[in-house]
């Protein structure tokens, strides 16, 4: 089946760069996803990339995408004690149903 | 006010029992999804709706079933619910080009 692989956790010190790692399988996904979840609430769309890019930047994040590899990132700059979070990475498959991956667990230490 | 918003928000029920988790959106969405989120599993879907009666089974529908009446309301049962799906549920909307998802609050379930 089609997977979305991520690390569980990440611990990164204030005012350092994160950078939260994602793999996949299905190499015909066009859109690919960065969700973050706060706690107690549900998952709101970060920032997304085409499959025909290779970078995106908005503000403090950059999304790079490796599609021989079927590798995505997401970096994080100047992390805040406000990107606590979880993020979720998620792919579209062939027939627009949406994976995601197990999530990370994003802990920034003051 | 929240575009996607879920009830309940919390539900503590019996083995057996059969519940329903409505979710309704104020975006004009005509896509409508239900996921169930475990820990370290992240998010699966269940069930996924493109119209007013059109119903589509996702990853793990076993055990649930959907209802989408009208195109704001899309509600999820378990006919008989069994412990293990206790979880985290998410209701989703998207428009028809399907690129962005609105994830509403959760219903948190706990089957005894």
């Known amino acids: 089946g089609e997977d979305v692989e991520q690390s569980l956790f990440l611990s990164v010190r204030e005012g350092d760069s994160s950078v939260i790692n994602c793999t996949y399988t299905?190499?015909?996904?066009?859109?690919l996803y960065w969700y973050k979840q706060e706690p107690g609430a549900g998952l709101q769309l970060l920032t997304y990339?085409?499959?025909?890019?290779d970078m995106k930047q908005d503000q403090r994040l950059t999304v790079l995408l490796n599609k021989k590899d079927k590798h995505l990132s997401l970096r994080i700059a100047d992390t805040q004690t406000g990107d606590s979070a979880i993020y979720f990475c998620?792919?579209?498959?062939?027939?627009?149903?949406?994976?995601f991956g197990a999530g990370t667990r994003l802990t920034v230490k003051p | 006010d929240a575009d996607v918003t879920q009830t309940p928000r919390n539900r503590i029920t019996k083995t057996g029992k059969r519940i329903m988790l409505e979710c309704s959106q104020t975006?004009?969405?005509?896509?409508m999804y239900w996921y169930r989120q475990d820990p370290g599993l992240g998010l699966r879907l269940i069930y996924y709706?493109?119209?007013?009666?059109?119903?589509n089974k996702g990853e793990i529908s076993d055990g649930y079933s959907v209802s989408r009446q009208a195109q704001a309301k899309f509600s999820l049962s378990l006919e008989s619910a069994i412990p293990n799906q206790t979880a985290l549920y998410f209701c989703?909307?998207?428009?028809?080009?399907?690129?962005?998802?609105?994830f509403g609050p959760g219903t948190r379930l706990t089957v005894l």
């Open positions: 989703a909307t998207s428009d028809s080009g399907g690129n962005e998802q609105f």
């Open positions: 299905d190499s015909s996904s066009t859109y």
């Open positions: 990339i085409f499959s025909n890019m």
């Open positions: 998620a792919v579209t498959l062939y027939n627009n149903d949406m994976r």
């Open positions: 975006k004009g969405h005509d896509r």
């Open positions: 709706s493109f119209d007013v009666k059109d119903i």
